[in-house]
């Protein structure tokens, strides 16, 4: 699955969880979940839960924050790395 794959899904996922009005394709690599949507702890855990159930692999939560990770693109490119690291197994 390639970058722009893994992005329309998770564009999908956070337009879903988060109840977006505008369309998935309006989320951009560049946009910023707490900034731009004020994600909360517990919509992180739904957003988790989504992309494991999205891409079949379990995320570790240590390393999957708001600390670590707020945009878009850094979510995309852990996917992507997981994507590969499951592929490699």
């Known amino acids: 699955m390639d970058r722009v794959q893994i992005l329309d899904v998770i564009r999908d996922i956070v337009a879903y969880e988060l109840k977006l009005v505008a369309h998935p394709q309006e989320i951009q690599e560049e946009s910023d979940l707490l900034a731009d949507y004020s994600i909360d702890s ?9 992309i494991e159930t999205a ?34 197994d």
Not at 42 to 50: C, G, P, S, Y
């Open 42 to 50: 517990i919509k992180i855990i739904q957003l988790i839960v989504e």
């Open 55 to 88: 891409f079949d692999f379990e995320i570790d939560t240590a390393m999957l924050s708001t600390e670590t990770i707020t945009r878009i693109s850094e979510l995309i490119t852990y996917v992507g790395r997981q994507l590969l690291h499951a592929d490699g």
